[in-house]
């Protein structure tokens, strides 16, 4: 296990560097990029630099625009610095923040951190034992029931959700239980501590479930067919000739079998550290790393955007490596040596 652990880490090298090499030269060859940024803003008085509206562009503030943000280089000289930065932790400044990429994102990063954690968390602890109980009441009205419920919410986009709740229950026509946008109340300095947690839990809720509502009917009819298929294998029919109670085989036997497809999923809960829905964040408020990653793309903020690509794979080939981690765990067969 451990050498198969190592060389997934050793083979992680050469796929970041393919993916920081592809990365980089589509960020420095997309037309629109920061240079021409700053001059629409000089030219048409944008981001409310209304006083220098309509600068003349000469070739030599373009030549000295070029050369601030290192566009006088060629090309493979450019990347080569990039990474050499990156190897020594350095993610650059950025061009729209006019400060450190690692300061922007751990910024942005706590309203990321709060609806990944909440609804890894959510999804899981209602999902799992929701797919078990409806393999056992397999066919009854519950089943059917609940499994009408899950597939009408996994067919509401949750930007629309996200509005049905805000119009029922954000005041208006209907209910004013929650408020509209943002994570805290204005005067949420002057909370004590445990106002503080109340008010923020308070802001997160509506949010929070339009972020998790696509993701119970996949979980739930996963682990719900997972565990019909232990149930039907000979083992089972064994453990119940032996005269064990149902409970026992079902929380015992079948249960861990059964969580072997959930845990090729449960790795991927590290890239909420780097995840954000724009829609979301944008209907509620929030101003999170699915913002940011947008309007990097949009402003051409390229040290932002690399930054959050490069941490987003690097994420995503350490949650990869957790789950066959995960799944040699809960499937002692399967061996990597």
């Not at 050793?10 to 589509?26: E, R």
């Not at 000295?64 to 290192?70: R, S």
């Not at 590290?270 to 964040?281: H, V």
């Not at 794979?313 to 002692?332: N, T």
Request: hydrophobic letters at 45%; glycine letters at 8%; one cysteine or more.
């Amino acid at each position: 296990m451990y050498k198969y652990i190592l060389r997934r880490l050793i083979l992680m090298i050469p796929t970041l560097i393919g993916i920081s090499i592809l990365v980089f030269t589509l960020t420095q060859v997309v037309p629109g990029g920061p240079v021409e940024q700053f001059m629409n803003k000089l030219k048409f008085g944008g981001s409310g630099d209304t006083g220098r509206a309509g600068a003349e562009i000469t070739e030599e503030l373009r030549t000295e625009l070029n050369k601030l943000y290192g566009f006088d280089r060629p090309i493979h000289i450019r990347y080569f610095k990039w990474m050499g930065n990156l190897l020594q932790g350095n993610l650059g400044d950025s061009y729209e923040y006019k400060e450190p990429v690692s300061s922007v994102i751990v910024q942005k990063l706590p309203v990321s951190l709060t609806f990944g954690i909440f609804s890894f968390f959510l999804v899981y602890l209602i999902s799992i034992p929701l797919g078990i109980f409806k393999a056992i009441k397999d066919g009854s009205p519950f089943d059917t029931a609940s499994s009408l419920l899950l597939f009408v919410t996994y067919s509401i986009p949750p930007f629309a959700f996200a509005i049905v709740l805000i119009v029922l229950f954000c005041g208006g026509t209907f209910l004013d239980w929650f408020p509209l946008q943002g994570l805290h109340s204005d005067d949420f300095e002057e909370f004590t501590q445990f106002e503080k947690i109340t008010d923020y839990l308070h802001h997160i809720i509506l949010p929070l479930f339009a972020y998790v509502i696509g993701q119970f009917a996949v979980t739930s009819m996963m682990m719900k067919n997972s565990f019909l298929e232990q149930i039907s294998q000979d083992y089972v029919r064994t453990a119940k000739a032996k005269g064990l109670s149902q409970t026992k085989i079902y929380f015992k036997h079948v249960l861990r079998n059964a969580l072997i497809p959930i845990a090729t999923e449960i790795g991927d809960f590290l890239t909420i550290f780097l995840s954000g829905s724009i829609l979301i964040e944008q209907i509620f408020g929030l101003d999170g790393i699915g913002m940011l990653n947008y309007q990097s793309i949009l402003t051409r903020d390229y040290p932002v955007v690399l930054a959050i690509i490069m941490m987003a794979a690097f994420a995503r080939m350490l949650g990869s490596l957790l789950s066959d981690v995960l799944y040699v765990v809960l499937d002692p067969k399967v061996s990597f040596e």
